[in-house]
């Protein structure tokens, strides 16, 4: 249950909150352990990653608002 919600937690940061410069420093700071997680969930970010670009394709009609992702499928 916790190395699932850890899991949440940092795809939640890496794909949805963190900028480029946070992943960076993250990268910097804790260089073993950000690898280590974008290597275990790599597949994972990549279809978080295709289903964002999918939706930002999308045109909305006049007055929908986005919706945003959830994670409840991993």
């Not at 919600?5 to 352990?33: H, M, Q, S, V």
């Not at 950000?34 to 939706?55: A, D, G, H, P, Q």
């Amino acid at each position: 249950m916790e190395n699932n919600l850890d899991k949440r937690n940092f795809l939640n940061w890496y794909c949805c909150y963190a900028t480029p410069e946070e992943i960076e420093k993250a990268g910097r700071t804790n260089k073993a352990t950000i690898n280590r997680l974008v290597n275990e969930y790599s597949y994972e970010i990549e279809k978080i990653k295709m289903t964002k670009s999918l939706f930002d394709s999308l045109p909305l009609p006049k007055g929908v608002m986005p919706e945003f992702l959830t994670l409840d499928c991993l």
